[in-house]
């Protein structure tokens, strides 16, 4: 049962447009989102978070909205640039609910930034 | 650079063949995580260790063990290994459980079981 969804493969952008990048949750009791950045042949790393307290955050080119009562989050880089193109994971967590603070991760998304 | 390592970086297995895969921390983190990754599949976590001296089940530990050998030092073993193991590991380590701590990531090992 997949608790985190991100219904899209791969995305493809053009360089200096928008990329949004969805994610979908089924568990009400997550009140803690991250996104992940992987290239090939990395380990992936922390990009940007949001509290569920909160409906936005944002950190430089990139920001990530929360709508709580559709358990759907996105990522937007604007603008978007090459250095960009990787996989990005949305993962979440409860942690304010003692033994489920461990991260569980989404499929992924392969973003790819067209020159 | 601090961070995680994790060995061996590849390794191919025939099926039956045990091995066991090192990770080691040096950010002085309390906890730390085995993933698997498998296309369509995301970051899937097999075990973890909230501290040293503890190890407790993920969401896909069948066919595998850990050690938490010392603060540092996590493994991870397959006894008999599966063509269905193939896949990439990462190994994480964090200060503590919860996610706002942040993991950090090693750079995975990439095993094929034939």
């Known amino acids: 049962d997949q608790q985190v969804k991100q219904n899209s493969p791969s995305l493809s952008v053009q360089e200096g447009r928008i990329s949004i990048l969805n994610c979908d949750y089924t568990?009400?009791?997550?009140?803690?989102f991250l996104w992940y950045k992987k290239y090939p042949a990395e380990g992936p790393t922390f990009l940007i978070s949001?509290?569920?307290?909160?409906d936005k955050n944002e950190d430089g080119r990139f920001t990530v909205f929360l709508n709580k009562s559709a358990k759907h989050l996105s990522l937007h880089i604007v603008p978007s640039q090459p250095g960009d193109s990787a996989v990005y994971f949305c993962a979440a967590s409860s942690i304010s609910n003692f033994g489920n603070e461990k991260l569980t991760f989404g499929t992924g998304t392969r973003l790819t930034i067209i020159p | 650079n601090a961070g995680v390592t994790q060995t061996p970086k590849f390794q191919v297995l025939k099926t039956g063949q045990s091995m066991t895969l090192q990770c080691a921390q040096d950010m002085n983190h309390n906890s730390m995580y085995w993933y698997r990754q498998d296309p369509g599949m995301g970051l899937r976590l097999i075990y973890y260790?909230?501290?040293?001296?503890?190890?407790d089940k993920g969401e896909v530990p069948n066919g595998y063990n850990v050690s938490r050998l010392n603060k540092r030092e996590f493994s991870l073993r397959l006894e008999s290994a599966a063509p269905s193991q193939t896949s990439v590991y990462f190994c994480?380590?964090?200060?503590?459980?919860?996610?706002?701590?942040?993991?950090?990531f090693g750079s995975g090992t990439r095993l094929t079981v034939v």
């Open positions: 568990n009400s009791m997550f009140d803690y």
């Open positions: 949001i509290s569920s307290i909160k």
């Open positions: 994480a380590s964090s200060v503590s459980l919860g996610a706002n701590y942040g993991y950090t």
């Open positions: 260790s909230a501290s040293e001296g503890t190890t």
